[in-house]
């Protein structure tokens, strides 16, 4: 039996099915690799996402009402390979994103195709609501995306557990009666709709740290904003210390 959901937190459905569409607003060779994980996770019998091309500020990826944003960037040397970020309101997610930091993957240790597609199918299957398998860099516990490892190969899609968790996650959250087309929990009319929130770059930004990894380091991060509660995950570089980067722990914060 899986359990690894990501706190309590899921989309809003009328019939165990999310159908929030993934909105692609990456550039270089991310495009394919987002399709790609666009199609393992509507292996789940409770995801039916559509694909779509987006036109928002890639480095700003502001969340927009039922739909989960996906960007790429030149984030900077912030120790952080991808972050994923929800918006709560009314105890269901409301939207989501996911930021690519190029920075890092424009370095030999992390330009392998297997660390992208890692990393992408990671942060967008927190965006549905997903924790981690495991959360120790030093092992290879699984075949998931959906696992802290320093071995990409292997762990480039999600595996039967995570399905698994989506079923345990959607199946016991149906809301008769809300919902619309995308299941968020509205009519639909307002899909795409700005939030006004830019998740930001930097734990300054994204609030008060809520987790930690195995080796200490804060990787959840909790804020209020316009009445959303905005909740980011954190993959960090597994080298960030040995590359001289301060590591964000999470007694620091």
Request: proline share 4%.
């Amino acid at each position: 039996m899986a359990v690894h959901s990501w706190s309590d937190y899921h989309w809003s459905t009328t019939d165990s099915t999310v159908r929030i569409p993934i909105v692609d607003n990456t550039t270089g060779d991310w495009p394919s690799r987002v399709a790609a994980a666009n199609r393992d996770w509507n292996t789940s019998g409770n995801i039916e996402s559509p694909l779509q091309l987006g036109t928002n500020n890639p480095r700003r990826c502001a969340m927009a009402l039922d739909t989960i944003q996906v960007c790429n960037a030149s984030y900077g040397s912030t120790g952080w390979l991808g972050i994923a970020s929800i918006s709560i309101s009314g105890g269901h997610i409301v939207a989501g994103s996911t930021k690519l930091n190029d920075t890092y993957f424009s370095l030999q240790q992390y330009s392998a195709p297997e660390w992208k597609q890692l990393v992408v199918c990671q942060e967008i299957g927190h965006d549905y609501g997903l924790g981690h398998q495991n959360e120790d860099f030093s092992t290879d516990l699984t075949s998931s995306c959906m696992e802290y490892t320093s071995v990409p190969q292997g762990n480039t899609t999600p595996d039967d557990h995570d399905y698994e968790q989506l079923g345990a996650i959607y199946d016991s959250h149906i809301h008769a009666g809300v919902g619309g087309p995308g299941g968020s929990g509205g009519p639909g009319k307002d899909r795409g709709k700005k939030l006004g929130i830019d998740v930001g770059d930097s734990p300054a930004e994204w609030g008060k740290a809520v987790g930690k990894d195995a080796a200490g380091r804060a990787n959840e991060f909790v804020r209020n904003f316009n009445g959303y509660t905005i909740i980011t995950f954190v993959t960090w570089a597994p080298d960030v210390k040995r590359s001289g980067m301060r590591e964000i722990h999470f007694d620091d914060l």
